[in-house]
């Protein structure tokens, strides 16, 4: 589809919203930014493609969206897997970050973007317009030890100190909810600022269903698909409901919903945040995105971090040390033992977290593009 860049509105300011394709999280927690953006009067476009662009149209069908391809990392079915394949894959993604940042040049040309804001699309920098870069990973982990890190950190901000400023979705008091992923000892050359927490969900207290589950299954291949068919198998044995959530918008076949448990491969915002509300525990992936959307519903939690995904691992870890979720290995996983430790869990009452100062940081970054 073509867009012709004369149709732009002078008084508005045309911004490029642009997640990366990871997993789903990425677009997920662009989709408040979007909103706030389009609240303060700016024109958005968005741009990508597959699932996060499935999941980006179903949310917002009238918002122009540019083809642009992802970085497409495959993942092993085992955590070495993982690292071997990541590693190998490595000289494609400097590739396709140097590709996308000689299309954003183009696309700046031809659609007069104001200012583009990049969730970890480490090319979509731009000298002449405000370039935003949304992260909370401002430290890497990995499983071989503080040098490790301290190199990735290097790489790491390098790319993101091309950009005019980094945002980070967490709290800026000490740790916040990433720990050492957002709070580092040393921060990148530009400036970086806090937004809150990013998600598209909010909190409704709505009445809980006794014994209902909301499980949300997200994050690549292979690994996701497992831990699909282990809830599968086991679900059948648990006495109570359940919402399983598959992770998969615009994917065609859906697997047969019973009275007791009923499958989509999607659900929109409202009605996701409507489903996880009635549940008495949320069982999902301990991606940080997800991890938003539970503590801004408030709802108690058992994260499954992907194998291998050190920074999954980490906020496993964290999370459980602060008592904000109960955490387990894929591996251990056995869907009523797993709910018996969580009913003897000690869980802390859910901070109060929200995206408190996104709409400043929007306004500041509006008001940028009028000078």
């Not at 086991?234 to 919903?257: D, K, N």
């Not at 019973?258 to 996880?276: C, G, V």
């Not at 991890?291 to 709802?299: E, F, Y």
């Amino acid at each position: 589809m073509t867009y012709e860049p004369a149709v732009k509105m002078i008084s508005k300011s045309r911004i490029l919203v642009v997640p990366l394709d990871w997993g789903l999280g990425h677009a997920t927690r662009c989709i408040p930014v979007i909103y706030e953006l389009i609240k303060q009067g700016a024109e958005v476009w968005l741009a990508g493609e597959g699932a996060q662009k499935n999941l980006l149209k179903k949310e917002f069908p009238n918002l122009p969206f540019l083809p642009l391809k992802g970085y497409r990392v495959k993942y092993g079915g085992s955590r070495l897997g993982l690292f071997r394949s990541v590693f190998f894959q490595l000289p494609r993604l400097f590739k396709t970050i140097k590709q996308e940042n000689s299309w954003l040049k183009k696309a700046v040309e031809e659609y007069q973007f104001d200012a583009v804001i990049a969730d970890n699309r480490y090319g979509l920098y731009h000298p002449s317009i405000p370039s935003v870069f949304i992260t909370h990973q401002l430290t890497i982990k990995t499983p071989f030890g503080k040098w490790s890190e301290r190199f990735l950190q290097k790489i790491n901000y390098r790319f993101i100190n091309r950009f005019t400023e980094c945002w980070i979705p967490d709290e800026k008091k000490e740790n916040g909810i990433a720990g050492e992923l957002s709070h580092p000892a040393m921060m990148p050359a530009i400036p970086v600022y806090y937004t809150g927490m990013l998600s598209r969900l909010k909190k409704n207290n709505s009445t809980e269903q006794k014994n209902h589950l909301f499980i949300s299954l997200s994050g690549p291949e292979p690994q996701r698909t497992l831990l699909e068919n282990k809830i599968i198998n086991e679900i059948s044995q648990y006495h109570g409901t359940a919402t399983i959530v598959r992770g998969l918008p615009g994917f065609s076949s859906l697997i047969p919903s019973t009275n007791d448990t009923r499958f989509y491969n999607h659900l929109p915002s409202e009605d996701y945040n409507k489903e996880m509300e009635r549940a008495g525990y949320i069982i999902s992936r301990s991606g940080y995105s997800t991890v938003m959307d539970i503590l801004v519903v408030g709802k108690k939690s058992i994260l499954i971090p992907t194998p291998g995904q050190t920074e999954q691992e980490y906020l496993a870890k964290y999370l459980t040390q602060k008592q904000l979720a109960f955490c387990i290995p894929q591996k251990d996983f056995s869907l009523n033992e797993v709910l018996r430790q969580a009913a003897a869990f000690d869980y802390c009452a859910t901070p109060n977290v929200n995206g408190s100062e996104l709409s400043f940081l929007i306004n500041f970054l509006l008001k940028s593009t009028e000078e």
